[in-house]
C-alpha cells in the first residue's frame, strides 16, 4: 500500500481467497529462529498493507513491546519498515499463518483449512527449526490440531504426526481487540513466559 493507511475500498480487494496473502518474516540465509509465532490468518487490514497484526486495534505490537520483545512500539497499521523487520530477525523471531487466506475475522476458516494449515506448519519445521513454535489463538488451535479441550501455555507435541522433535510448542492468545479476556498486560506476560523458553541464554537480547 505504499506507506498508506489503507480505504475501505482498499481492503474490500483483499477478500480475494488469496491463499498467500502476506509475506512471512523469516530469516533469509538460514539464521537461528528461536520463536516462531503463527498468526491464525491476515485480516484484511494486514493483507491490505502486507504486515502482520496490522489492525489499528489489535493489541499484538503493543504487548510485544510491553514484553520487551521490540526495542520500540511498532506502528504496523500502515506496514513495517525494514528496520522493524531487522530487530525481529535479530532477536530470532519469526513470524507466519496457520492459513494464509485473509478474512474479516478467523472465525470464516472452514475447519478443514485450519486442519490443512496445520499439516502445512509441520511439514515446514523440519526446514525452518525454531526453537519455540508459539499459535496465537486457542479457538484455532482446539481445531486444527484437533484438540476440543487444549488451554492456552505449553503443549505436548508427542501426538503429533510429523512433528520436528525437540521443537516446542505452546499457545497464547489471539491479541485481537476482539478478544475482550486479554488486555496489554496480560498478553504481555505471555509472550514473557514464552520468550524465556524460547531464548534461554539469550532472554536478554
Same mark, same amino acid.
Given at each position: 500500500?505504499?506507506?498508506? !493507511?489503507? !480505504?475501505?475500498?482498499?481492503?474490500?480487494?483483499?477478500?480475494?481467497?488469496?491463499?498467500?496473502?502476506?509475506?512471512?518474516?523469516?530469516?533469509?540465509?538460514?539464521?537461528?529462529?528461536?520463536?516462531?509465532?503463527?498468526?491464525?490468518?491476515?485480516?484484511?487490514?494486514?493483507?491490505?498493507?502486507?504486515?502482520?497484526?496490522?489492525?489499528?486495534?489489535?493489541?499484538?505490537?503493543?504487548?510485544?513491546?510491553?514484553?520487551?520483545?521490540?526495542?520500540?512500539?511498532?506502528?504496523?497499521?500502515?506496514?513495517?519498515?525494514?528496520?522493524?523487520?531487522?530487530?525481529?530477525?535479530?532477536?530470532?523471531?519469526?513470524?507466519?499463518?496457520?492459513?494464509?487466506?485473509?478474512?474479516?475475522?478467523?472465525?470464516?476458516?472452514?475447519?478443514?483449512?485450519?486442519?490443512?494449515?496445520?499439516?502445512?506448519?509441520?511439514?515446514?519445521?523440519?526446514?525452518?527449526?525454531?526453537?519455540?513454535?508459539?499459535?496465537?489463538?486457542? !479457538?484455532?488451535?482446539?481445531?486444527?490440531?484437533?484438540?476440543?479441550?487444549?488451554?492456552?501455555?505449553?503443549?505436548?507435541?508427542?501426538?503429533?504426526?510429523?512433528?520436528?522433535?525437540?521443537?516446542?510448542?505452546?499457545?497464547?492468545p489471539q491479541p485481537s481487540g476482539l478478544n475482550a479476556h486479554e488486555n496489554i498486560d496480560s498478553l504481555a506476560a505471555h509472550w514473557r513466559e514464552v520468550w524465556r523458553e524460547a531464548a534461554g541464554d539469550a532472554a536478554e537480547?
Amino acid at each position: 500500500m505504499g506507506g498508506r !493507511t489503507p !480505504t475501505r475500498a482498499d481492503l474490500a480487494r483483499f477478500a480475494t481467497g488469496d491463499p498467500n496473502a502476506i509475506d512471512d518474516i523469516l530469516p533469509g540465509d538460514g539464521g537461528p529462529l528461536r520463536m516462531l509465532i503463527v498468526g491464525i490468518n491476515p485480516g484484511l487490514w494486514t493483507a491490505a498493507v502486507n504486515a502482520p497484526f496490522a489492525h489499528p486495534a489489535n493489541r499484538f505490537w503493543p504487548s510485544l513491546y510491553r514484553a520487551g520483545l521490540t526495542d520500540d512500539l511498532v506502528d504496523a497499521s500502515a506496514g513495517l519498515s525494514a528496520d522493524d523487520e531487522a530487530q525481529f530477525l535479530r532477536r530470532g523471531i519469526g513470524l507466519t499463518n496457520l492459513v494464509g487466506r485473509a478474512t474479516v475475522r478467523a472465525s470464516e476458516l472452514t475447519k478443514d483449512e485450519l486442519r490443512e494449515g496445520r499439516a502445512r506448519l509441520v511439514q515446514r519445521l523440519a526446514d525452518l527449526r525454531p526453537k519455540i513454535v508459539a499459535i496465537a489463538g486457542i !479457538t484455532a488451535f482446539r481445531t486444527a490440531f484437533s484438540r476440543p479441550r487444549a488451554t492456552m501455555g505449553r503443549q505436548s507435541s508427542s501426538d503429533i504426526s510429523g512433528w520436528t522433535e525437540g521443537i516446542g510448542l505452546w499457545v497464547v492468545p489471539q491479541p485481537s481487540g476482539l478478544n475482550a479476556h486479554e488486555n496489554i498486560d496480560s498478553l504481555a506476560a505471555h509472550w514473557r513466559e514464552v520468550w524465556r523458553e524460547a531464548a534461554g541464554d539469550a532472554a536478554e537480547l
